[in-house]
């Protein structure tokens, strides 16, 4: 009975994973009612204009010749255009440099002034300067962008960078110098592909995935594909994309970088747009989806001016370097979740059971042993160890459970010869025997239940979180690359969420797990205790599949219990209950 709650147990998880892995879909909660201060996303191509009293009239703009600003740090190098302030290059150094901008298919519009009567354009700016090279010695470094719009609006667009973060601290000023009041539109965006297309299938950088919102007040963040239909209701606290250098994921589609705005000024919405290329090209018109802000400029009188903050995040998807700002991007990290009742949801809000308030403090645990001990598998192995260590007594308590109850299973045999044709009393009779002896039937499952939220919360961590991505453990490089199957991959562990493709370790975990039931007590069938030796094959060819550090848990775990289990055997810690059930039996 034992074995089958334990095998029930680990089937159990492998069921959660499966869902997870091939059915779980990222929830979306229900659109929220639009509000009358908040309207609606408007289309990119053409949106509506806050119309000035009267047409302003052309000023002749002076002529500024194009410009590149390049700005240095030790965690990205990104180019800024002049025309529009538009960034045409942002290169991350993350475990190897990846573009996250693709000339014409993916990538910001920069500053746009729209207004009534006028074509959109975007500003031509005069830089402040043409290089920033942040560092420790020049930790922060500030662009200053100046421009005309044509027609009296002079745009002063400052860009603040800093060398130990992946923000842009972003500020507009809007002046009138006509001698007419008038006011405008200035828009901001980040538009990628709806289909990818074909003829940049190569490109190395991250991919949109889903355009993600959160609403003003959320807990929840609105997540959506990328589609010809989004609408995202309400006042946003942010928008951006979520990408992802593969469209395959653990969890669906997991992203791994994000480029989002953060508004910081009343004047300041979030939008998503729906815009489409002009031309043909080779792969017929391309739909694209862009995200960003919009500020509505008020009738500004002459020599009147309106100023607004915004920020911008354009980096991996590092859970505290988000959380740190604030406001609420870490809700961006998608860790799943389990259906609810439908009145608990209505109860709290959610649609789903969130993962995150078991994956996270789970890794945090982690990443403070990774900070003692600069290597997240060893990290891994500390966490293993404490876990051992608190689930002890539980596990004290289910080797005395296990022995109490192989010491009364002759009895059971008993009953059940004497009440065979009754399966009801043999049930009755067998729970009665069991409290007679103070024997718990589900004692020796507890230490194996209690440790399934930290083998699911480590799963969940390594399939999401970026910090784990590309983790080495124990790295031999290439040295075994003549092996068919390996196709010339890094061995043996070079990532610790991904699968080890040597199988050295799902092997280990196998034999780990068939030395553990040969150490467990055997109760029931003989004859079924042998079929149950086939469950660490079963599962052995599970684990093949799943991420490295996953397994190295797993398997660590598996010989810590044998260590314990031999402990208990030889300090005789089991025999008291076992003497005590034998009495009362």
Same mark, same amino acid.
């Given at each position: ?224 594909? =990328? ?72 009738? =500004? ?106 010491? =009364? ?5 008993? =009953? ?170």
């Amino acid at each position: 009975m034992e074995k089958r709650a334990i095998i029930a147990a680990l089937l159990m998880a492998g069921l959660l994973i499966a869902y997870q892995t091939f059915f779980m879909q990222p929830t979306e909660p229900p659109p929220q009612p639009p509000k009358a201060e908040s309207p609606g996303p408007k289309p990119a191509a053409a949106p509506t204009a806050i119309p000035a009293p009267s047409p302003a009239a052309p000023l002749a703009a002076p002529s500024v010749p194009d410009r590149t600003a390049t700005v240095e740090t030790p965690l990205y190098r990104a180019e800024i255009s002049s025309r529009g302030g538009a960034i045409t290059v942002w290169d991350v150094h993350f475990r190897g440099d990846r573009p996250m901008v693709l000339d014409g298919v993916l990538g910001p519009s920069g500053i746009r002034v729209v207004a009534a009567g006028r074509s959109e354009q975007p500003v031509q700016f005069r830089l402040s300067t043409e290089s920033l090279n942040l560092g420790a010695q020049t930790p922060a470094g500030e662009l200053i962008l100046v421009g005309e719009d044509g027609f009296g609006l002079r745009i002063t667009y400052s860009l603040r960078f800093r060398a130990d973060s992946y923000v842009i601290e972003q500020a507009l000023r809007v002046e009138n110098r006509q001698n007419l009041q008038q006011g405008a539109e200035i828009w901001t965006t980040w538009a990628g592909p709806v289909e990818w297309p074909k003829d940049h299938d190569a490109f190395p950088g991250p991919r949109p995935l889903h355009v993600v919102q959160l609403n003003q007040g959320a807990f929840w963040p609105y997540r959506s594909a =990328l589609s010809d239909d989004l609408n995202f209701l309400g006042v946003g606290a942010w928008v951006g994309f979520e990408s992802s250098i593969s469209h395959a994921g653990s969890l669906g589609q997991a992203g791994t970088y994000l480029v989002a705005f953060v508004p910081k000024s009343p004047g300041l919405r979030t939008v998503e747009a729906k815009t489409q290329t002009l031309g043909a090209g080779k792969n017929g018109p391309s739909k694209r989806v862009a995200v960003g802000l919009v500020a509505s400029i008020p009738a =500004l009188a002459p020599r009147q001016a309106w100023e607004g903050q915004f920020l911008s995040y354009i980096g991996p998807m590092e859970f505290e370097r988000l959380k740190a700002l604030g406001v609420g991007l870490e809700k961006s990290i998608y860790f799943g979740g389990f259906p609810i009742p439908e009145s608990k949801a209505r109860d709290w809000g959610l649609p789903t059971f969130p993962m995150e308030w078991i994956a996270v403090p789970v890794f945090w645990l982690l990443h403070w042993f990774y900070r003692m001990v600069p290597n997240y598998g060893v990290a891994i192995i500390l966490l293993t160890i404490i876990t051992k260590l608190i689930f002890f007594p539980l596990t004290v308590k289910s080797m005395r459970s296990m022995k109490a109850m192989q010491a =009364l299973q002759p009895q059971i045999n008993a =009953l059940r010869s004497k009440y065979k044709s009754d399966p009801q009393r043999v049930q009755r009779e067998t729970m009665e025997l069991y409290r007679a002896n103070h024997v718990n039937p589900l004692g020796g499952c507890l230490p194996m239940v209690v440790q399934i939220p930290v083998f699911y919360a480590l799963y969940v961590a390594l399939s999401v979180w970026v910090d784990v991505q590309n983790a080495p453990f124990i790295c031999f490089g290439k040295a075994w690359s003549w092996l068919p199957w390996l196709g010339g991959r890094d061995v043996w562990i070079c990532d610790l969420a991904d699968a080890d493709h040597t199988y050295i370790l799902p092997i280990l975990m196998g034999v780990s797990m068939l030395i553990q039931q040969k150490m467990t007590p055997t109760m029931g069938d003989p004859r079924q205790a042998k079929m149950m030796l086939i469950m660490p094959v079963v599962f052995t060819f599970m684990f093949l599949s799943l991420p490295s550090g996953l397994v190295l848990y797993w398997t660590l775990s598996n010989v810590l219990q044998i260590g314990q289990q031999l402990y208990m055997e030889r300090s005789g810690t089991p025999a008291k209950p076992v003497a005590r059930a034998m009495k009362k039996a």
